[in-house]
């Protein structure tokens, strides 16, 4: 089983060959990272790194029982009980059920460890893996129109202090 492990940085390698490797697959659902932010990897982790010591950040990877990254799910700009969440899964780990299952996961772990008590988030209106992973998880659309990168797309919300069926906890 995959396990939802905290980012640190003995994930150095794993997490750049995850990047590499999947580059193509996700610049097709969301903007490319760009040759910069390969250049200097470890630069980019250990900034990632500072501001997850500091509170603002939550990261998170998935990984397999080898060691290789299967995906990352992450919790950014944590400030009044809310973060924004954001996730992509392996091109080769695709259409299990990891990510619905694991931003689940993550929405425990969001309120029980780090006292959240909503989740933002945004999808493009053309990104249905990612739309059908917020709604299975319990997010639902705000209403608000968001732009990413020039794409239309909505913003979503989960209230946390309920299941992603709704009941309350
Ligand atoms: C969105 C993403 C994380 C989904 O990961 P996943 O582990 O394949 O998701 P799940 O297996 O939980 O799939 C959720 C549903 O979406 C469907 N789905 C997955 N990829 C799909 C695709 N490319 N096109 C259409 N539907 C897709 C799945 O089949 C599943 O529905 P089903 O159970 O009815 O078959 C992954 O496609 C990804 O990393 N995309 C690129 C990055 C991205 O878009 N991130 C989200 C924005 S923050």
């Not at 392996?90 to 460890?113: M, N």
């Not at 913003?155 to 202090?161: A, E, H, I, K, M």
Request: a negative charge.
């Amino acid at each position: 089983m995959p396990e939802l492990q905290r980012l640190h940085p003995d994930h150095l390698a794993a997490l750049l060959t995850f990047e590499q490797e999947n580059r193509a697959y996700f610049a097709a659902s969301v903007p490319d990272r760009g040759d910069a932010y390969f250049a200097d990897f470890a630069g980019r982790l250990a900034a990632l790194l500072t501001e997850q010591a500091e509170g603002i950040c939550h990261f998170h990877v998935l990984v397999d029982t080898n060691g290789e990254i299967l995906g990352r799910f992450n919790l950014m700009d944590a400030a009044d009980g809310s973060a924004d969440l954001g996730f992509r899964v392996a091109e080769k780990a695709a259409r299990r059920g990891l990510a619905t299952a694991t931003v689940l996961h993550l929405c425990t772990l969001a309120a029980t460890e780090y006292g959240l008590t909503t989740l933002r988030a945004a999808a493009a209106l053309d990104n249905t893996a990612s739309r059908t992973v917020l709604t299975r998880a319990g997010f639902v659309p705000t209403g608000e129109e968001v732009r990413l990168s020039g794409r239309p797309g909505s913003g979503y919300v989960r209230d946390l202090s309920r299941g992603p069926e709704g009941w309350a906890r």
